[in-house]
């Protein structure tokens, strides 16, 4: 049957990206250092993309979905990157590019009585691979549900002080750490961790933790900066972080590059 992507373009325009999007599929996201059995099941929306040189009319879309098929549904970095390669190799382009974001779901037990529950963080990760330089990048990007607590409301209340519910979003290039890792990293940085489980003596551990700990929007971008340089001092990162205010109609937000620290 006549083939009418591989037709030529006479118009010589190239196409920077061209692919598919919103394919959902069933997946086991394997984090770094985790071990099979304890990966949980989700959901992943993916996108697929190619260079498409400036005389070919088309690429072959269906064997995007065909590709992701043939890896199967037990994935981690590695086998993303190793998917990129392949598209290229399919498609006969020398630009590919993936893109798929999914919930992360792990067990949490609760920093007192230790009953476990399960709860998730969002995880983006992007792939290309660039067959003229031979390089591949992968960017890993973590969106953590955190606790704050207002150092002003505390400082200025004669008793109280104002918390919320916030995000602390690490965006890694060439990743070192683990997911695992970057949610104690957000952890870490907060007035407070927040769980799936919490009894009486939970709650009251988590609600003194944070009253002890406020942090504005801006520490908490600060001291997630600190703790990913110690972990490693090369990392490319962004880090983000919102406050859902409680007793504003507004949200906080702030943000810090790798690039503006010394």
Aim: charged residues 25%; contains cysteine.
């Amino acid at each position: 049957m006549q083939d009418t992507q591989a037709t030529p373009d006479q118009r010589m325009v190239k196409i920077a990206k061209v692919g598919i999007t919103e394919v959902n599929y069933p997946i086991l996201f394997e984090d770094l250092n985790q071990t099979t059995q304890s990966v949980l099941p989700s959901t992943a929306n993916f996108s697929f993309f190619v260079e498409l040189p400036a005389h070919k009319k088309g690429t072959h879309m269906s064997r995007f979905p065909s590709v992701l098929y043939e890896f199967g549904s037990h994935l981690n970095l590695q086998k993303l990157e190793q998917m990129a390669e392949e598209i290229n190799n399919r498609l006969e382009s020398s630009k590919a590019y993936i893109k798929t974001s999914f919930q992360y779901f792990y067990e949490k037990e609760a920093p007192i009585s230790k009953i476990k529950g399960i709860t998730n963080v969002d995880v983006t990760v992007e792939v290309s691979s660039n067959l003229n330089t031979k390089m591949n990048e992968i960017i890993l990007q973590v969106k953590v549900p955190i606790k704050s607590l207002c150092p002003c409301s505390k400082a200025i209340s004669e008793y109280g002080a104002h918390s919320q519910r916030s995000f602390i979003t690490l965006k890694l290039w060439q990743p070192t750490l683990s997911i695992h890792d970057c949610i104690d990293i957000a952890e870490l940085s907060a007035s407070s961790a927040v769980y799936p489980i919490l009894k009486r003596v939970d709650e009251k551990f988590v609600t003194e933790k944070a009253y002890n700990t406020p942090r504005f929007v801006e520490d908490l971008v600060r001291e997630a900066a600190i703790h990913l340089k110690e972990k490693d001092n090369k990392l490319k990162f962004e880090i983000t972080a919102e406050n859902f205010e409680s007793i504003h109609n507004h949200n906080a937000w702030a943000q810090v590059m790798s690039e503006d620290l010394f």
